[in-house]
């Protein structure tokens, strides 16, 4: 039998696994030839070009046709060279995709670094029952990624099933224990594998054209319309003349033109739409050895499958129309997935309730409410809703009065009617701004126009940010950054008080926080503002100034079991002795700037 | 310094700018304006100059950046302020570099990366000696606390 370190162990729990699991590990695989009848079919669109450029050169004569026929032949050859080139094998603990077509290169893929399959059937390959099948490791760039494109599918399944099988061992031992101490709630491994959580009824596609993609589809298919006609009129010879009066004939009839205008944004809707029920088709969100496998598509079937492990947190997402319905949308935060606004969909447009069952049982509940932002907050919304678009109309009423030209009506009106819209828009931010923590994950929303919560697991926070502008400072308040090695890389908690900059923080990750409690509340921030004529002084000789600075800061500075209010604290030790002598070091060269020579 | 050096360029661009636009000859110039094309690079020079001279010193006063309890904390900025916590275990890389500048000056920047954008931080200006006992420090201690990390 193969492999000896890896086929023991996910082995044992099914005592018939070693033998078709020994058996592959042995023999590299080739894709499915079947592969070869698509490969030219999905080439020939970049041959055309050349093609209609030989024919333009050429002419129809013998001689180009035997360039088309070469380059046929060629397309095919290449094909086949290139499946023949292309193997994969599972060896022991890794996944090898061997290419030797001109220059040899091995890829290998640890089983236990693989953190999701993606097998996808685009139309060409499921009328010939192959699937792609797209393996993320969570490195950065596409090409860093194991693909096979052309696996049957019963093959894509099984490999599907041994990627993944072998995937999991790994980390079952690794992971609970650092996790389960402080969040023994949320432990995903535990539950029964291999059940569905939800079938998005087809019903629920009725809710597409509100999510607001693909509404621009018309205008695309429109234009590549117009475009494919440029191109094939050229092709056919009636070359640009005839496209040209055919414009200038639209031109001259204006309403037509309008028509088609009115018809494309009528069509919107529809077209969006029906492009959102064939990429939602019959959605599916199931749970499979640890896995969240989400399906979905009408055509392109496609199935992605996320470790639950790498699940911190979700997103649910809801544009204006979607909230005036009562819908919304889910994304998964997972670290390290490529392309994630794709592939890391949840749920497509749901009822809002249904939403929230499902996430609290695919990934775990958020429990406790949210905490809203300080009313400053609200004025600052309010203000950034409405003043642009009353400059604007301050600005063209000016215009109009010194140019006396009626044109500026026409930027003046609407720019009232923003600024009056801004008074509700500023005012329903406000009312979605909140942030909150319920012991196991935190969560913050923003967002009016398009809303989007994030709850994210404590143990994906990787940092704190916390930002002040300018404007902001005057306000006194702050924006809070949660750096999250997952989705988007960081949730904005934006307009908080300078209580709950701190609060926030130091109650999700306590033990980071509070040394520096003083200084992050508001001694550091009084300082720093009280500060620059002192410290200019000493700027000359860099040393004292340095000095100075330091002296300063431990003062600042205080150890957690005091917790102290703002300012106290002495000397920092306190912990362990030799956290302070490292410490009274690190600060002799505290301060930074571009010292000016 | 790289305050200096936005500072040219701006009142450089405003030069070229009002240059252009003088010369232009629309309509809409007034005419004062476009017999005398230097008024915008000396407007714009005028206006920044108390921010440049103030910006070092500033700066000076507010970056500060601190290690203790296995938490780097760092705090930047001029008129957006930014302070930043960063656990030593969710550290990926610590990188050290130097400009040219920054040679000159016997300086180094330290960067510290962690699996997001928001949690990564950068400290400028430090002596050189420092940032490397720093960077060392750090990629010690992150090897021994290193959990996930992400």
Redesign the interface.
Known sequence: MGPPPGGPAPGGPTPGGPAPVGRESVTPLRLSPKVLLIDPVRMLPSLLLPLVGVLFVGGFSGRSYLWAALGLVGTVAFAVVRWATLTYEVLGDRLEIRRSLVSRSVRTIPLERIRGVDVSTPPLHRVLGLAVLKIDTGASGGDEEGRLDGVTLGEAERLKAVLLRRARPADGGGVPVPAAGPLAGEAPAARPSGRTIIEVPRMWLLYGPLSGAYLLTPFALAGGAVGLAFQWGGDFGFGRDAAWTAGEWLWHHPYLLLGVAVLLVLAMPFAGGAMYAVFNWDFRLMERDGYLVAERGLVNRRSVSLESRRVRGYEIVEGFAERWAGVVRVWAIVTGLGDSSTRGQLLPDVPRPVAFQVTADAIGPYRAGLRPHPPIARNRRLFRAIFPWAALTVLAVLGEAVTGSPLWWFLAVPALLLAILGVPLGIDRYRSLGHGYDGVRLAVRSGSLRRSQAVVERRAVVGWRVRQTWFQRRAGVFTLIAGVGAGKGGYEAVDVSRAQVVGLPVEVTPDWVTPFLPGAGSEGRSSAVARPEESSVGTGSEGSSVRAGSEERPSAVARPEARPPVGAGDAPGGGDGEGRSRASDDRRAAGGGAPTS | ???LIAFVLLVGGSFLAGRWVGGSGWPWVPDWFAARPWLLPVAVGVLTTPFLL?E??????????????D?V?A???F?????????VS?IQTVDKAQGWLERA?G?ATLEIR????????T?????YA?AAG?AERLANRAEQLR????
Not at chain 2, 61 to 66: G, L, S
Not at chain 2, 79 to 87: N, Y
């Open positions: 310094m790289e305050a103030a070092p010193f500033v700066r000076y006063a507010v970056h500060r950046w601190e290690l203790s309890g938490v904390y705090r930047t900025g008129l957006t302020r930014e302070w930043v916590f960063v656990p969710r000056l300086l962690t699996a997001s954008h928001a949690g990564s931080s400290i400028k200006g430090l002596d420092v720093l959990d996930d990390a992400t």
